[in-house]
């Protein structure tokens, strides 16, 4: 073992910092502990640029060394044939893991990274843009993609479509991740084509000219997906969806008022999932819109929608949610409770909660976000006194909650009449 592997990080760091860029490369390269190349401009060690610490730790690799881990992070603007040329370094020497956090500004990446036969998991970000691929391009082993942060795709004119021909080019890929994208900047066919994704999460940044962004219509043909995450406003449309295999969904909808969204049929194509998780309050908005049309969730049994701290948006949707869900066995709601003030503290939305009286729902968690107010607490007597199959009732409360509150809830909440003899009441204080 050398002795540099065996000296704590903080003790390399003091070691390396008063060195000129290439000696502390070559101090940091000969360890055997530094096997993986993770470059951040954030961490100021050494003497000199940061350009030149990247350009002498390549440079002092041997020949025929391996590079499992290519990790390049940096807020500072990098001249582009730099690194392109790192780029093109790992990639020869079969790099399986790369990662690139750069200010890009429109940085096209090197053709050769389309070509890689030992890449598993990429990232890519920031501000990236993608708009040609080689005429042989394969990542044969890729299994992870991920796009963070405004990379976008611009395919020419009379060019078959530049996303779609990545999606093509990686036979095995298992996940795509489009985090904080701009369709507005983005020349595709709108169609996500993979038979071998299992995992799609897209999440979407609402720039000030969103509005303006005209898109009429996006599809899924991902019969293998199991696991869908997606925030975004919804389009006109959704032509094609095929989530044969989906298990688990998570939404984040916006539906536009001054245009035509529709997300019917990405609500029936999500009709089989076994967990479903409406990640906002606007989510519930959306649905109600197009309440006409839900299908039956026959195969759910998880239901879970987050709510926030906004009390005021109204769960008119939530009956109708039940209702169509008729195996539902776990309900979860994550942030505040909907009620109103008095007379009886429920909202007209809910219909004196009776949609309860029906429902299969045999575990319940909820928070109590203002540490068990009146208006709370009756909201959860309507959950204990109307669901007849419950066998749990999860109670989180803030870590606000004084000890005097506590005890006052405890006692109030198991004074309350339970239609299930075999609920109990679990209390978790979030830390």
């Keep these: 073992m050398d002795r540099i592997s065996g000296l704590p990080d903080d003790v390399i760091r003091r070691i390396v910092r008063f060195l000129p860029a290439n000696d502390a490369a070559r101090v940091l390269l000969l360890g055997t502990r530094f096997k993986n190349l993770e470059f951040d401009d954030k961490v100021d060690f050494f003497q000199g640029t940061f350009t030149d610490f990247v350009t002498e730790s390549l440079a002092l690799l041997g020949n025929n060394t391996r590079i499992r881990k290519f990790s390049l992070k940096s807020e500072r603007a990098l001249q582009s044939d730099r690194i392109s040329s790192w780029l093109r370094d790992v990639l020869k020497r079969g790099v399986i893991d790369l990662e690139l956090d750069i200010d890009g500004y429109g940085y096209e990446l090197p053709l050769e990274i389309f070509t890689s036969n030992t890449v598993v998991k990429m990232k890519l970000g920031k501000e990236i843009e993608i708009k040609a691929l080689p005429k042989n391009a394969l990542l044969p082993s890729l299994e992870s993609l991920i796009l963070d942060t405004d990379v976008w795709f611009s395919t020419p004119d009379g060019s078959d479509c530049v996303f779609q021909a990545v999606l093509l080019a990686c036979p095995l890929l298992k996940e795509l991740i489009i985090k904080e994208m701009r369709w507005e900047k983005w020349n595709w066919s709108r169609i996500v084509s993979s038979q071998s994704l299992q995992r799609l999460t897209m999440s979407r940044i609402l720039s000030d000219d969103f509005i303006e962004d005209e898109a009429p219509s996006l599809s899924f043909d991902t019969p293998n997906l199991a696991y ?140 109590l976000w203002e540490n068990g107010t009146i ?6 007597k309507h959950f204990l006194g ?21 005890l006052r809830m405890i006692k109030d909440l198991r004074s309350f009449q339970r239609a299930s003899p075999k609920c109990r009441v679990e209390f978790r204080w979030i830390v």
């Design 228 to 367: 869908f995450e997606y925030c975004d406003v919804v389009p006109d449309a959704y032509p094609i969806v095929n989530f044969d295999s989906l298990v688990e969904a998570k939404l984040d909808l916006l539906v536009m008022e001054n245009r035509n969204s529709n997300p019917r049929n990405l609500i029936e194509g999500i009709r089989n999932v076994k967990i479903l998780d409406l990640t906002s309050p606007f989510v519930f908005e959306s649905l109600y819109f197009f309440r006409g049309t839900m299908p039956v969730f026959r195969n759910l049994h998880r239901l879970s929608f987050t709510n926030d701290d906004n009390r005021e948006v109204c769960w008119r949707v939530l009956p109708l949610l039940l209702d169509k869900t008729p195996n539902l066995k776990t309900l979860v709601i994550k942030g505040g409770l909907h009620y109103v003030e008095e007379p009886d503290y429920v909202c007209d939305c809910l219909l004196g909660y009776r949609f309860l009286l029906s429902s299969r729902v045999e575990v319940m968690e909820i928070t």
């Design 375 to 380: 208006e709370e607490l009756e909201q959860v």
């Design 386 to 406: 109307k669901l007849p199959c419950l066998k749990l009732l999860i109670v989180n409360a803030m870590p606000r909650t004084s000890d005097k509150e506590k």
